[in-house]
Every structure is written in structure tokens, then in C-alpha cells.
């Protein structure tokens, strides 16, 4: 879910250190490095450290594995190897994928797909338009890159589409949330006391009140961690087995981090959202659970609109609502 590529490149690399390892054998005896310290400060009758002549018949009869001449310490012209860049150098920071699918078709492939890209409703965070979402050649070029090699590619275009709707789907979460808690908590309890049911209207009425454009959330960047569970979706799993007749939902089978720039009184926020992707009972059937991640303000607008949502059910009031009218 939720891939979108920019067309940008990058030009970092990154170097690995060298390592160097030890072995069991011990130093030679000659060596000034290894000896004690009143034994180091005596130089031998033949430093192997100075730059003194020595004859040609004279042997040591140890040397220290120091090199000290410049000619030793240069590596030949043929042992450089040249650095290869890093994977994570190849990667966009913005969403985590490569900078740039091909359109090509794959090797073998067969069976032509467009290769057109929609634009998305998502603002990106740098102001310059819209998300894209990916072709259908681009698609299969990247599921075939991460080694889904047995995909069907009739399917691919259908495997877009579903794609682009959970994703557009999980945006609107996501303007929900910032609509209610990105002008403080106050505000988002004042909407949140009167239940899930009664929120749209509540927050329509305050914005009317407010008057002016509010400020649009966009997206700056995202991140897919498919094999990292949630807190929330593995205590859920937990509760299953304990209440499998309460909770029969299976593991989610993707999850996202997805940063939103907040717009708090002129001044630019990123807050972070956690969604985790659900197969409904259908097979076209699909739940998302968005909601911010697990941070102090985060929770706390958490247990606002969650606990507003049970309060308004417990206390009663959705019954007395009914009565007045």
C-alpha cells in the first residue's frame, strides 16, 4: 500500500569502514609496540621504527609487523577497489522506495500494461502538487524487483486500483483527524464529547463559526513496514486467543507510518500516523485503522475522541438525544 515514486535521483553513497581482525598468533618479540614500557623506551641496537642504514649481512632477528616506510604504506594502483553505493543511498527518503520504476517491460513480459499514472488527492508536504500513484507497468516492475516473481500480471491493473482506493481512503482518516485536533485539544473534545455519530455535524458547525479557509494537512513523507506489528494490532491478537468469539479478526497484512505537516497557528508540525491495513470478510472488503501514533499529544487526542465516543454512549446522552426529538 501506498507507494508513489518521485522522479528526482540522488547522488549519495556511502562508505563502509574497514575492519580488521585478529587472529591467536602472538607478536614477535622485536616489536616496540608489544613490550613493557621501560623495554619500549630503550630502542634496540636496530630500531626497525628509525630510518637508519643497516648492512647488507646484518639480519634482525625479529621485525615488527609495522611497516614504517612511505613505499610499504602505499596500497598498489590495483588493489582500490571501487566503493559501490549503499541500498539505503538508492532509496528515496521520502517514501523509502527507489527514486524511479521503469515503464519498460519487464524481461519475458507478455502482456502489455498502461503505463499512465494517476494523480492522488494527497498534498505533498513540499507544496508543489500532488501525489502520483504508480502505473500499472510501474507496478509490476517493482513486484517483480522485490522478487514476487509469480504474480499474475491480469491482475496488476485490478491490484492498482485497490491500491489507490485504500490509500485515498486513508487520507480522509487522516484530514478527520487534523480537522478535529490540529487547532488543540480543547477544540477536539468540544467535537469529540458528543460520539462518532453526531462529530461530522458538530465540526461543520464550528467551522462555520470560525469562518476563514482552514489550512490543508499534506503528506511529506511515508514509510511501509509490512513485518512490524503495532502495539494496538499484536493486543489484538493477543485478545483473540484469549476472546476468540469477541475478536476473529487476522493480523493486518501491511502496515504504514505516514508523517502529515500540521498546520498549528502558522507554524508547521509533522505528526506521525500509524495505519494498519485489515482484509475484510469479503474479498473486496478491506479496514483501516488510522490514527496517530502512540506519542504524548498523540495519545492524548486518542483517548479524546475514543473515550468522547464511549462517554456519550455510557452516559446516556444518545438516549436522551433521541427523546428530544
Same mark, same amino acid.
Given at each position: 500500500?501506498?507507494?508513489?515514486?518521485?522522479?528526482?535521483?540522488?547522488?549519495?553513497?556511502?562508505?563502509?569502514?574497514?575492519?580488521?581482525? /585478529?587472529?591467536? +598468533?602472538?607478536?614477535? *618479540?622485536?616489536?616496540?609496540? &608489544? @613490550? $613493557?614500557?621501560?623495554?619500549? %623506551?630503550?630502542?634496540?641496537?636496530?630500531?626497525?621504527?628509525?630510518?637508519?642504514?643497516?648492512?647488507?649481512?646484518?639480519?634482525?632477528?625479529?621485525?615488527?609487523?609495522?611497516? /614504517?616506510?612511505? +613505499?610499504?604504506?602505499? *596500497?598498489?594502483?590495483?588493489? &582500490? @577497489? $571501487?566503493?559501490?553505493?549503499? %541500498?539505503?543511498?538508492?532509496?528515496?527518503?521520502?517514501?523509502?522506495?527507489?527514486?524511479?520504476?521503469?515503464?519498460?517491460?519487464?524481461?519475458?513480459?507478455?502482456?502489455?500494461?498502461?503505463?499512465?499514472?494517476?494523480?492522488?488527492?494527497?498534498?505533498?508536504?513540499?507544496?508543489?502538487?500532488?501525489?502520483?500513484?504508480?502505473?500499472?507497468?510501474?507496478?509490476?516492475?517493482?513486484?517483480?524487483?522485490?522478487?514476487?516473481?509469480?504474480?499474475?500480471?491480469?491482475?496488476?491493473?485490478?491490484?492498482?486500483?485497490?491500491?489507490?482506493?485504500?490509500?485515498?481512503?486513508?487520507?480522509?482518516?487522516?484530514?478527520?483527524?487534523?480537522?478535529?485536533?490540529?487547532?488543540?485539544?480543547?477544540?477536539?473534545?468540544?467535537?469529540?464529547?458528543?460520539?462518532?455519530?453526531?462529530?461530522?455535524?458538530?465540526?461543520?458547525?464550528?467551522?462555520?463559526?470560525?469562518?476563514?479557509?482552514?489550512?490543508?494537512?499534506?503528506?511529506?513523507?511515508?514509510?511501509?513496514?509490512?513485518?512490524?506489528?503495532?502495539?494496538?494490532?499484536?493486543?489484538?491478537?493477543?485478545?483473540?486467543?484469549?476472546?476468540?468469539?469477541?475478536?476473529?479478526?487476522?493480523?493486518?497484512?501491511?502496515?504504514?507510518?505516514?508523517?502529515?505537516?500540521?498546520?498549528?497557528?502558522?507554524?508547521?508540525?509533522?505528526?506521525?500516523?500509524?495505519?494498519?491495513?485489515?482484509?475484510?470478510?469479503?474479498?473486496?472488503?478491506?479496514?483501516?485503522?488510522?490514527?496517530?501514533?502512540?506519542?504524548?499529544?498523540?495519545?492524548?487526542?486518542?483517548?479524546?475522541?475514543?473515550?468522547?465516543?464511549?462517554?456519550?454512549?455510557?452516559?446516556?446522552?444518545?438516549?436522551?438525544?433521541?427523546?428530544?426529538?
Amino acid at each position: 500500500m501506498g507507494w508513489f515514486w518521485a522522479d528526482t535521483t540522488s547522488s549519495a553513497s556511502a562508505t563502509a569502514p574497514a575492519v580488521s581482525k /585478529h587472529g591467536d +598468533a602472538s607478536p614477535p *618479540p622485536g616489536c616496540p609496540m &608489544h @613490550k $613493557k614500557s621501560v623495554e619500549a %623506551m630503550t630502542p634496540p641496537a636496530v630500531c626497525p621504527a628509525s630510518g637508519a642504514s643497516t648492512p647488507a649481512t646484518a639480519t634482525p632477528p625479529s621485525s615488527c609487523p609495522v611497516s /614504517h616506510t612511505k +613505499a610499504d604504506n602505499i *596500497p598498489a594502483a590495483g588493489d &582500490h @577497489k $571501487k566503493e559501490e553505493p549503499s %541500498m539505503l543511498s538508492k532509496l528515496n527518503p521520502l517514501n523509502y522506495m527507489f527514486y524511479s520504476i521503469s515503464q519498460e517491460r519487464a524481461p519475458d513480459q507478455t502482456f502489455a500494461l498502461p503505463t499512465e499514472r494517476e494523480p492522488s488527492s494527497i498534498p505533498k508536504g513540499t507544496g508543489d502538487g500532488n501525489w502520483e500513484y504508480p502505473s500499472p507497468q510501474q507496478m509490476y516492475n517493482a513486484l517483480i524487483r522485490k522478487g514476487h516473481t509469480d504474480t499474475d500480471i491480469t491482475a496488476v491493473e485490478a491490484m492498482v486500483a485497490v491500491h489507490n482506493f485504500l490509500n485515498e481512503g486513508a487520507w480522509e482518516e487522516i484530514v478527520d483527524w487534523e480537522r478535529r485536533f490540529s487547532k488543540g485539544l480543547k477544540r477536539g473534545w468540544e467535537i469529540s464529547k458528543h460520539g462518532e455519530k453526531n462529530a461530522p455535524m458538530i465540526l461543520r458547525r464550528l467551522e462555520a463559526q470560525e469562518g476563514g479557509e482552514q489550512p490543508d494537512p499534506k503528506l511529506v513523507r511515508f514509510q511501509g513496514r509490512p513485518g512490524e506489528m503495532t502495539p494496538r494490532a499484536a493486543m489484538l491478537q493477543v485478545m483473540k486467543k484469549i476472546y476468540p468469539s469477541y475478536f476473529d479478526n487476522e493480523p493486518p497484512f501491511d502496515r504504514h507510518d505516514w508523517y502529515v505537516a500540521r498546520n498549528v497557528n502558522g507554524q508547521v508540525k509533522e505528526v506521525r500516523y500509524v495505519i494498519d491495513y485489515y482484509s475484510g470478510q469479503g474479498d473486496a472488503e478491506f479496514i483501516l485503522d488510522v490514527r496517530p501514533a502512540m506519542t504524548p499529544t498523540g495519545a492524548a487526542e486518542r483517548l479524546l475522541r475514543w473515550g468522547g465516543d464511549v462517554w456519550y454512549r455510557a452516559s446516556g446522552a444518545e438516549v436522551r438525544g433521541q427523546k428530544d426529538n
